[in-house]
């Protein structure tokens, strides 16, 4: 009998190149070479992306040592007044479930309480991580408005104030890589909140950074602990430390008030954008205010810069300090809301009720 060893998400061309191995026995010999050099390549590549990662964190954190205090007490200044590049990753958690309590009762496992939803935004240099509480009645999807939304606000409630920013997401094609994020960040450009931007990816497969970290001390708490409601989530996320700070953000409360508003960004940036051809095969997106609305691609680290202009018609741009139009979210529906009250509300903690799962 042999138990499997700890491990975390597996790389699925890493499992499809050993399995490849492992059956080529009968090939000849030069089929062995080129399954070997394959298989090779594809850990070089992830070794180089993972390389640049970790020098890209470790000069942020190097740049801000020689600032000294001045940088943490620049929070919230104004945008590009701090001469740095810093660095920051983000990403989506699973979702926690309200209430949630370590003694399980029986009934609530075939149950499904509130949900929160958690986006996390880290900063490697300080180290600190913000992290967005979605709770279930003010969530609007996980999509590239929300996303997007969410990394806005951090930029001006939490950030630097930087001149010059790398962002690392996960590699994902729905919530990151997307058109939708990259005309974002030209947009960014164009409105002069940065300099330069570098938005990165991490092999897919081969993506765990800064933010799974801190979200796995948030499981780590959250796992022992009795919350109640989205208050006790997030004093449960203030008290979780790793190496760096855990902050909890709300973006909205069990009643549907909105904290953190929800752009349409989608529907305001497509009349001045286009889209990029087989976008999912670039790792690294350059821009840059010496050439606005245009971005420069690469494949991998080493790979050589293809420009593209992402403005549909140079004319016509983007119109100065406008938001796009909020999305209200739907919040719960009426037999959620029932459901909620008839089978949760017997499961929280007594003074949370009208929290969770108020009378409808």
Not at 228 to 241: D, G, K, M, P, Q
Not at 268 to 273: G, R, V
Not at 340 to 360: H, M, N, S, Y
Request: charged share 20%; aromatic share 12%.
């Amino acid at each position: 009998m042999v138990v499997s060893k700890p491990m975390t998400d597996l790389c699925v061309t890493c499992q499809q190149n050993t399995n490849r191995l492992q059956r080529a026995a009968n090939l000849p010999e030069s089929g062995k070479a080129e399954l070997l050099r394959d298989h090779q390549d594809h850990i070089e590549s992830a070794q180089r992306e993972r390389e640049f990662y970790r020098s890209s964190c470790t000069n942020s954190q190097e740049t801000l040592d020689n600032i000294g205090g001045y940088a943490l007490s620049h929070t919230n200044q104004n945008v590009c007044s701090l001469k740095a590049t810093i660095h920051y990753s983000f990403d989506f958690a699973q979702q926690f479930h309200i209430p949630s309590n370590p003694m399980q009762p029986g009934p609530v496992y075939f149950k499904t309480p509130q949900k929160c939803g958690i986006f996390g935004v880290m900063c490697e240099a300080i180290p600190q991580q913000v992290n967005f509480l979605i709770d279930e009645a003010a969530t609007t999807g996980k999509g590239a408005n929300a996303t997007i939304s969410y990394v806005h606000y951090y930029f001006k409630h939490h950030g630097l104030g930087e001149t010059d920013t790398h962002l690392n997401a996960d590699n994902c094609a729905g919530q990151n890589k997307n058109n939708f994020f990259v005309w974002y960040l030209a947009w960014k450009i164009m409105m002069n909140l940065h300099d330069t931007v570098l938005y990165l990816f991490l092999i897919a497969g081969h993506t765990k950074f800064g933010p799974d970290r801190c979200f796995g001390m948030i499981k780590k708490s959250y796992k022992v602990t009795y919350v109640s409601s989205i208050f006790e989530l997030a004093r449960l996320v203030e008290n979780s430390r790793s190496i760096g700070i855990n902050k909890a953000q709300l973006v909205g409360t069990h009643d549907g008030r909105v904290i953190v508003p929800v752009y349409d960004w989608t529907s305001f940036l497509e009349p001045y954008f286009k889209r990029i051809p087989n976008i999912k095969k670039y790792h690294h997106f350059r821009f840059s205010k010496d050439s606005p609305g245009m971005v420069f691609c690469k494949e991998l680290v080493t790979s050589p810069e293809q420009p593209f202009m992402l403005l549909k018609d140079q004319v016509n741009l983007p119109p100065p300090s406008v938001l796009p139009p909020t999305i209200r979210p739907d919040g719960l529906s009426q037999e959620r809301k029932n459901y909620l009250f008839r089978e949760i509300r017997q499961f929280c903690k007594p003074g949370t009720e009208d929290l969770v799962a108020p009378a409808p």
